[in-house]
């Protein structure tokens, strides 16, 4: 099956990933340097596949769930190592999840600031007794900085409402303006 060099390479890079300093990419970046020739998503394949700790994958059927059967192969890595990536690999993915949750749940996150000290807020869920709680807050512990995200969100948007045509009119305008003069000036 698996030849030797690219064997080697493959333990390697499991060892590597196992120390958690390193994220997938940085992993594959480093095996590619070595000489393995391997896409992202083949890394991410192989990362993933238990086959190189002896491991059998068996797809589904329609009668049976996936099975997972020992190989009489040689295993290149042990079962433990390969648990342990796993692990990580879970971590990081829920690590990237919540960042997008994060993102879709404060969509005002680095676009506002904070009306105390001018720094941009950044928003956080916290458990209540009964339900969830959005704020939007100050990066700062030393500011008091807090809203909750439905009522900002709600002025941000009447604000926004507010904003008529012919004020956006005006300020595109005198933007032209202060566009033209500025060229002007360049030619000069
Ligand atoms: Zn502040």
Redesign the pocket.
């Known amino acids: 099956m698996i030849k030797q060099p690219q064997a080697d390479l493959i333990k390697w890079a499991f060892d590597q990933f196992a120390t958690g300093t390193y994220s997938i990419n940085q992993v594959r970046m480093m095996t590619v340097q070595k000489e393995l020739q391997c896409s992202k998503n083949n890394f991410w394949k192989i990362l993933h596949n238990p086959i190189y700790c002896g491991i059998i994958t068996v797809k589904a059927t329609k009668d049976e769930d996936i099975q997972y059967v020992k190989g009489i192969h040689k295993p290149i890595i042990s079962e433990s190592l390969y648990r342990k990536v796993q692990l990580l690999l879970k971590s990081k993915r829920k690590q990237r999840e919540s960042k997008l949750q994060t993102k879709s749940l404060f969509p005002l996150r680095g676009f506002i600031t ?1 009306p ?2 001018e ?1 941009t807020l950044t928003g956080s869920t916290s458990q209540g007794k009964h339900k969830k709680y959005s704020y939007y807050h ?1 990066n ?1 512990s030393k ?1 008091k ?1 807090r809203f909750r995200n439905d009522f900002l969100e709600k002025s941000y948007e009447s604000l926004l409402k507010k904003i008529t045509l012919p004020m956006y009119m005006n300020f595109l305008s005198s933007f032209s303006k202060m566009k033209i003069y500025s060229q002007l000036e360049e030619k000069h």
């Open positions: 904070c105390f000290c720094r100050c700062t500011c900085g």
